[in-house]
């Protein structure tokens, strides 16, 4: 049922119909909520707390997946390549515990969340969840001293942490029908300010360029070989994994965009797309008739924690890497050490 209502809404919110025009009157008092709470941090009734780092948060103002958690990466190792030293906090999407805790590539993803267990693995810098992030970012620089930078991943409404750059990401999709939530699928206007716009898709026209607003650069999500679960070191071009009896899972946010990039790597199969941070407790592979079975990074990092999954030698993982313009980084560093105040 809700697998059903979410597909519904996600059809209904790429266009002005019937379904959008009669949530409408939702929207508006969303938006007029959402103003109202931004006005209080801003007149200092509630509180916006600053820490002694520049903040830099990522995030998306259309709901669901756009690609936060690679160019949370990407954004890490620029730092690092440019002689900072960051870390990264998150709220920790599904993760049980509120208080704030370091993640570590052995953590339990059920605990601390599969994006940050992701970023602990791949970005190489330390990583603390925790449902307050200003709490999260004190215990990351009490633990880790030498961090000089803090990177928030999916923080962009999270107000109660002061922060010195925003960068907002969209994708092809741009900001849908460009109303709020639920007559649209987008959590603030796409008028709201921010440092940098980043746009995860193969080219921004100029429709695209104008929907999201302002000076965009693209970011591109590269995978280029598949890995077996647990035997990265066996590591094969996609193409070579041509002629095989293939299906593709994905339990992000935007399945379509993990299959579309398959396909543009020349690759047959059959889409078995799951819900956003799927458990895979249900154990949706059971029946799956194929030789190779594709999945995410993302859905890797719990797939190898499950005995019942993580020696099934048809599943196959496609890491993506983040392509962007260098210079966003340059200018993300220049701002840094400025400290241009978001």
Not at 77 to 93: C, D, F, K, N
Not at 294 to 315: G, S
Request: with cysteine; hydrophobic share 45%.
């Amino acid at each position: 049922m809700s697998s059903k209502l979410e597909s519904t809404l996600t059809r209904a919110w790429l266009r002005r119909g019937p379904l959008a025009l009669a949530l409408l009157p939702l929207a508006l008092i969303f938006r007029l909520l959402a103003a109202v709470r931004v006005l209080l941090y801003r007149l200092g009734i509630k509180k916006s707390e600053r820490l002694p780092v520049p903040v830099i948060v990522v995030g998306n103002i259309f709901i669901g997946g756009t690609g936060k958690t690679p160019l949370t990466i990407w954004l890490a190792e620029s730092l690092r390549g440019a002689g900072m030293r960051p870390g990264v906090i998150s709220r920790g999407h599904g993760g049980a515990e509120s208080a704030a805790r370091e993640v570590t590539p052995q953590s339990d993803a059920r605990e601390v969340g599969d994006e940050p267990l992701l970023i602990a693995a791949r970005a190489g810098c330390p990583v603390v969840v925790g449902r307050k992030r200003a709490e999260a970012g004190r215990a990351l620089l009490a633990a880790h001293p030498e961090v000089d930078v803090l990177i928030t991943d999916d923080g962009l409404q999270h107000y109660a942490l002061g922060r010195d750059l925003e960068i907002v990401l969209f994708d092809g999709r741009g900001v849908g029908n460009g109303w709020l939530l639920p007559a649209g699928p987008l959590r603030e206007p796409p008028s709201r300010r921010r440092d940098f716009t980043v746009v995860n898709a193969p080219e921004i026209t100029p429709q695209l360029a104008r929907s999201v607003g302002g000076q965009a650069f693209r970011m591109q999500l590269a995978g280029d070989f598949a890995e077996p679960l647990n035997r990265p070191e066996a590591c094969l071009p996609l193409a070579r994994l041509q002629g095989r009896r293939i299906v593709a899972a994905a339990g992000i946010g935007n399945p379509g965009r993990f299959f579309a990039m398959l396909r543009g790597a020349g690759l047959s199969f059959r889409e078995l797309p799951l819900p956003d941070h799927h458990d895979f407790l249900d154990r949706p592979f059971d029946g799956v008739d194929a030789d190779v079975i594709l999945i995410t990074e993302k859905d890797a990092v719990k797939c190898r924690q499950l005995n019942n999954l993580k020696d099934d030698p048809r599943l196959w993982v496609v890491p993506v890497t983040a392509r962007i313009d260098p210079a966003l980084a340059e200018q993300i560093v220049e701002k840094c050490r400025g400290r241009s105040t978001a």
